[in-house]
């Protein structure tokens, strides 16, 4: 067995194909009973964000299970395989716990440090557990690579201050605008970025600002978030009208089509207004088509890059301190693999001490007589197996503890010939 995870993100590709390799919540389950239906794939998860696909798996055949998490891409997107393998990276065991460490730590993400990949990562465990497609390797290494993601936060500096890909994006237009203040600015959605996106705008005092949502009761529950701040709110019936009358337009929804186009905005700009639209969502919110306008300025997340490396440099220094912090981590959850080969030894010993336990408990019973054995039957048992407990707990630990593997074996051997164990398949 082997741990794989094939995907793609924003270092790979480019938003036009991440977008068409984007899974939605809703379709979690279907997709990872998909990928459970393949002969070679015992486990799986899927991180699936604005930047980034990945499929982690626990394959039987590293090389027959990685074709089959690349055909279900394939499919997946559309996107023929000679195409798509150009994007595509795949890394195996130690290479692929030490990146989902980097993912869950935000060494990976377009904003170095960014807090809310730990959320997603939590949330795709959480999935796959849900839904049955993760066992004791995976489930293992997501609880690691959650582990490794808050000691980072926690012991470096890496966090602080952290921009996100909504505050990239209210810099880009601080960056592009003489007075944000001045700017009639609307937001299209009104999720987790959508929160952001208000946050940071105060922040750089915008006082005009309106949210576009479908769902009224969600759109109110942003709005008492910031108390004192006047917010419009509107419905997707006049989503058009209220785009016409701002100055940048901010699209952050879970549509999977786009909902503004050069048809759409042609109908309702006019010559003598510019609009800025500035799309953070994958797939994207605004077609590009639009960038035909000759009054519009389009950006994507793609076009957030520049403004990201200008806050880079800064945090090189404590991207390092979590380096070392995580391969720390990576040796832990590594050592922890590799005792695994201990597990159906320790187990037939345990087995086989406990039904001489059990014997030998049984027959002491018979001994001091029905009425004193019913009486003290619990508290001898629970002695007996305190014992037992006891003087396998310290050869137990240090049996798993053993990091040379050839030293490992020959303990194994040891106990196997000096218990007469016979380890079989149930153990296995």
């Given amino acids: 067995m082997n741990i794989a995870v094939v995907g793609l993100s924003h270092k790979t590709a480019p938003v036009e194909i991440r ?38 798996a626990v394959v039987t055949d590293t090389e027959k299970g990685v074709v089959e998490i690349t055909q279900f891409l394939a499919e997946t997107g559309h996107i023929p395989l000679s195409t798509l393998r150009r994007y595509l990276f795949t890394l195996l065991h130690q290479d692929a716990v030490r990146h989902l460490l980097r ?44 582990s490794a993601g808050k000691r980072v936060r926690t012991e470096t500096s890496i966090g602080t201050g952290a921009v996100s890909i909504s505050s990239a994006a209210v810099e880009l237009a ?34 005009k600002i309106a949210i576009v949502n479908r769902s009224q009761r969600r759109a109110e529950e942003l709005c008492r978030e910031f108390p004192g701040v006047p917010i419009e709110l509107h419905g997707l019936e006049n989503m058009m009208r209220v785009v016409a009358e701002s100055d940048i337009v901010f699209t952050s929804t879970g549509a999977t089509e786009p909902i503004l186009n050069k048809t759409l905005l042609s109908e309702v700009i006019i010559e003598t207004r510019s609009l800025m639209l500035i799309d953070i969502s994958v797939p994207r919110n605004v077609d590009a088509d639009v960038r035909e306008l000759l009054h519009v300025r389009a950006f994507n997340v793609d076009d957030l890059k520049a403004v990201v490396a200008a806050n880079q440099e800064s945090r090189r220094q ?98 196997q010939m000096l218990f007469n164990l016979s380890v079989g398949e149930e153990y296995s």
Avoid at 111 to 123: F, H, P, S, T, Y
Avoid at 127 to 140: F, H, N
């Fill in 19 to 56: 977008e068409k390799l984007s899974i939605q919540e809703a379709k979690i389950e279907s997709a990872l009973t998909h990928l459970r239906g393949y002969p070679h794939i015992q486990e799986v998860a899927i991180i699936s964000t604005c930047n980034r696909l990945e499929i982690y």
């Fill in 103 to 146: 993912v869950a730590a935000g060494l990976e993400s377009l904003v170095l440090g960014e807090g809310q990949i730990l959320a997603q990562v939590k949330n795709t465990h959480k999935l796959a557990q849900k839904y049955g497609s993760i066992a004791q390797l995976l489930d293992r290494l997501f609880k690691q690579a959650l």
């Fill in 174 to 207: 601080h960056a592009k605008v003489e007075d944000l203040g001045s700017q009639k600015v609307t937001i299209i959605g009104a999720g987790k970025m959508s929160r952001l996106l208000v946050t940071h705008l105060v922040a750089k005092g915008s006082t």
């Fill in 318 to 415: 404590m991207a390092m301190e979590a380096e070392a912090l995580l391969e720390q981590e990576v040796e832990a959850f590594d050592l922890w693999w590799r005792s695994l080969d201990t597990v159906p030894t320790i187990s037939c010993l345990r087995s086989k001490i406990e039904d001489i336990r059990e014997q030998e408990l049984e027959k002491a019973l018979s001994r001091l007589g029905t009425e004193f054995a019913e009486k003290h039957q619990e508290v001898i048992e629970a002695m007996t197996r305190g014992i037992v407990n006891k003087i396998l707990h310290e050869p137990m630990v240090q049996l798993r503890a053993q990091q040379d593997i050839e030293a490992r074996k020959r303990c194994l051997q040891s106990l």
